[in-house]
């Protein structure tokens, strides 16, 4: 991002913080996760305690069975504030974490808009289940190629189109440096505001703010929150 793109990205950012959210949803993550959230695949394993949840994917890489992904009972609808702690467990260099953003169904039988009602089908939460038959935004962050090559890790917007995957990312992607260590504490802080993303990143050392505009793609308006963790990786 450009010195002046990024200056203009980092004030709008700020004065929307400043905005009169209205919380509507909180979790600890020291109450039982059945709660407030679901769970698609089914070798995943959660697990809540004082300090917060531990949440665990499948073991096995490439085994699409060992997806999971951890979806809020409740539908969000309008600009959305998100915040959340996360720390990695793992120590992968391969496969990623994602936030889906107010996901719904394509609406095409059997995957109707209230995704609950295709559960069932995302017992394997292979990503083609989703991406093919979702509308929805998704950031992945703490992500990095599933090849045998340590990699950067890298940080990319895509807005599903309940189709294929090519071609539904949202420039630019980002390089993010000196974050996502094994065992560091980050706070997370996403808005998304009409057809504006900010997702920004804070550990002990460093801050770094991401931005998207979706200029190409309909919008999206409502739906369920989700949290994504491919085979092997944990939180």
Known sequence: MATDEKMIAENQFNELLKNDWKEVFFDSGSEDWRKYWFLDGKKAMISNRDEGMDFYAGPTFLDDSCHAVLWTKEEYSGDLKIEYEFTRLDKEFRC????YLQATGSGEAPYERDITKWNDLREIS????YFSHMNTYHISYAAFNNTDKIEPGYIRARRYMAAD?????????YDPTGFFAY?????MTIIKTGDHLYFNIVNEKQEQLCHWHNTEFPPIESGR?????MFTRAS
């Open 96 to 99: 990623v974490n994602i936030l």
């Open 126 to 129: 292979a990503m083609k289940e």
């Open 165 to 173: 995957l090519d071609g539904t990312e949202i420039a630019p992607d």
């Open 183 to 187: 065992g560091d504490l980050h706070k």
């Open 225 to 229: 929150i989700g949290l994504r963790q």
